[in-house]
């Protein structure tokens, strides 16, 4: 025979296990698929010559830059792509710029030792006029491998580049050789890790 006590008892216990089943922590599995989100990029600069409209030439910059980004368990980017820019700026204070992000084909070598991006695309200009854009782009790392942490889960890896590429425009060859723009940043090719 179960006693008042008892039956009491029993009728507290079984709230609380139910209670504290759902207030524990998420079983070390659960933890575990938390996903680690992966951005990869590569980036150059040129010098190229402009000519402007009085018929003066001006050096412009030209940019190139590739991003992959994916998503863990994810291993690759389904839709990898460069940005490719130009800019001018004329004695008069008339500009001349176009920009492109263009899908790619990037391949990278582990520990950011290497990059190679190749790809078309079509360019806007300021004026309103699109273009035609092709770029091989190849990075070659030529520092060590340098880690920051910029937050809580939040991590990033570098590595100075030389970079080498051909980058056409409605068919003419702006630059075929190496990155050469003296005040702009080194090439380089990092990666950021968000956790």
């Known amino acids: 025979m179960i006693s008042t006590t008892s039956k009491r008892l029993s009728a507290a216990v079984v709230p609380l296990v139910v209670l504290a089943g759902l207030v524990?922590?998420?079983?070390?599995?659960?933890?575990?698929?938390?996903?680690?989100?992966?951005?990869?990029?590569?980036?150059a600069f040129w010098v190229v010559p402009h000519e402007c409209a009085?018929?003066?030439?001006?050096?412009?910059?030209?940019?190139?830059?590739?991003?992959?980004d994916f998503e863990s368990p994810d291993t690759e980017?389904?839709?990898?792509?460069?940005?490719?820019?130009y800019l001018a700026v004329c004695p008069d204070g008339t500009s001349y710029s176009w920009i492109a992000f263009a899908p790619a084909t990037i391949i990278s070598a582990k520990n950011l030792k290497s990059v190679k991006a190749t790809g078309s695309g079509i360019a806007r200009d300021n004026l309103g006029q699109t273009h035609e854009v092709t770029f091989d782009v190849s990075?070659?790392?030529?520092g060590p491998l340098e880690s920051s942490v910029n937050g809580p889960g939040s991590s990033r890896k570098q590595r100075e580049a030389t970079a080498t590429g051909t980058v056409t425009f409605d068919g003419a060859v702006l630059v075929d050789g190496?990155?050469?723009?003296?005040?702009?940043?080194?090439p380089f090719i990092r990666v950021d890790i968000e956790k």
Request: aromatic content about 6%; charged content about 20%; hydrophobic content about 35%.
């Open 139 to 142: 990075w070659t790392a030529v």
């Open 77 to 85: 980017d389904a839709d990898p792509t460069a940005r490719v820019q």
């Open 54 to 68: 009085d018929g003066s030439t001006v050096e412009a910059t030209l940019l190139v830059e590739t991003t992959r």
């Open 178 to 186: 190496p990155a050469n723009h003296p005040t702009r940043p080194s």
């Open 24 to 43: 524990l922590p998420p079983s070390a599995s659960t933890a575990a698929t938390k996903s680690v989100f992966f951005e990869e990029t590569s980036q």
